[in-house]
């Protein structure tokens, strides 16, 4: 059973800095792509950034391009998420999630089968 933990969330101001950690367990996740994403109330899972368990591939929409940066630590079996520059617009909850095939890049919440519990991030003006 695979299962996904987020930490490292809080209250910033707006220009700092945060790092998100997606502690995974469960089984190996070689073959597996980590992604993250965020949610506003009343709007739909944004994505933010992806890696490859086995690669150093990563990809990035031009929204969050140069200010996020993510990353893993395949000893410790986490994924983490820089997060630089914050803006009050950033202000959301943030997921980890997992998805068993990494050749392909996939965006959609809906791609991905496994899901950490939310963890808030709020960017204070």
């Known amino acids: 059973q695979v299962q996904l933990v987020e930490s490292g969330g809080g209250l910033v101001q707006a220009g700092g800095s945060l790092t998100l950690s997606c502690a995974a367990s469960?089984?190996?996740?070689?073959?597996?792509?980590m992604a993250w994403f965020r949610q506003t109330p009343g709007k739909e899972r944004e994505f933010l950034a992806r890696?490859?368990?086995?690669?150093?591939?990563?990809y990035y929409p031009n929204s969050v391009k140069g200010r996020f940066t993510i990353s893993r630590d395949n000893a410790k079996t986490t994924v983490y998420l820089q997060m630089n520059s914050l803006k009050p617009e950033d202000t959301a909850v943030y997921y980890c999630?997992?998805?068993?095939?990494?050749?392909?890049?996939?965006?959609?919440?809906?791609?991905?089968?496994?899901w950490g519990q939310g963890t808030q991030v709020t960017v204070s003006s």
């Open positions: 890696i490859s368990w086995d690669l150093d591939v990563t």
């Open positions: 469960g089984r190996t996740f070689s073959g597996y792509a």
């Open positions: 999630a997992a998805r068993l095939g990494d050749l392909l890049l996939h965006m959609a919440p809906g791609d991905y089968a496994y």
